[in-house]
């Protein structure tokens, strides 16, 4: 299985930018398809889409949410952060099964 | 608007069997995978098993193959998990979560809000 690395928390002031990485065990890029996603949970609520395919934001979701990487190393931004931001973030690969989910960032403020 | 609804959870023993409902609206529900993904508490999110917009193919991890078994109605727009020898480790939120494509792609655009299983003796 594929297994994807993230760090436990991250602690951001209101304002600033977020930078949460995940990095993947082996590639989950095929061709240019970069087959890694980003969901954000907040406490008692289910999964939120936010980035498919590392870098297209989903329906609904703010710009201020970015997603970047290929290969291995994978990177979710959050610029600027807002107090609504405030959550734990999972990435997830698809580029062969099983689905996979990194651990999670919980997301702070300093 | 997406709407996905799971009901059927509870405390179960060990051992025993339990089976999930998950009611979807909203969409056109036979033209897209579905996929049950679970929680356990505090813990992070395992993808259990999914299917294919026809029901015809079913696809499942090693820790629950041989277990359970994800089917669907489509004409009751409805997806189901029955799980059977279920183990204190089956304890966990389990979640129905829409494939974003109308083929398997493996990652979800909509989720429900979940059902809590727990299984203790």
């Known amino acids: 299985d594929i297994v994807l690395t993230q760090s436990p928390a991250l602690a951001v002031s209101l304002g600033q930018r977020a930078t949460i990485s995940c990095r993947a065990s082996q590639s989950v890029s095929i061709s240019r398809y970069n087959l890694m996603h980003w969901y954000q949970q907040k406490p008692g609520q289910q999964p939120k889409l936010l980035i498919y395919r590392a870098s297209n934001l989903a329906s609904g979701i703010p710009a201020r949410f970015s997603g970047s990487g290929s290969g291995t190393d994978f990177t979710l931004t959050i610029n600027p952060v807002q107090a609504d931001d405030i959550a734990t973030y999972y990435c997830?690969?698809?580029?062969?099964?099983?689905?996979?989910f990194g651990g999670g960032t919980k997301l702070e403020l300093k | 608007e997406v709407q996905l609804v799971e009901s059927g959870g509870g405390l179960v023993q060990p051992g025993r069997s339990l089976k999930l409902s998950c009611a979807a609206s909203g969409f056109t529900f036979s033209s897209f995978a579905m996929a049950w993904v679970r929680q356990a508490p505090k813990k992070g999110l395992e993808w259990v098993a999914t299917?294919?917009?026809?029901?015809?193919?079913?696809y499942y991890p090693d820790s629950v193959k041989g277990r359970f078994t994800i089917s669907r109605d489509n004409a009751k727009s409805t997806l189901y998990l029955q799980m059977d020898s279920l183990r204190s480790e089956d304890t966990a939120t389990y979640y129905c979560?829409?494939?974003?494509?109308?083929?398997?792609?493996?990652?979800?655009?909509?989720w429900g809000p979940g059902t809590m299983v727990t299984v203790s003796s």
């Open positions: 997830q690969q698809s580029r062969e099964s099983p689905p996979t």
């Open positions: 299917i294919t917009s026809g029901g015809s193919n079913t």
């Open positions: 979560a829409k494939d974003l494509t109308t083929r398997v792609s493996w990652y979800f655009d909509f």
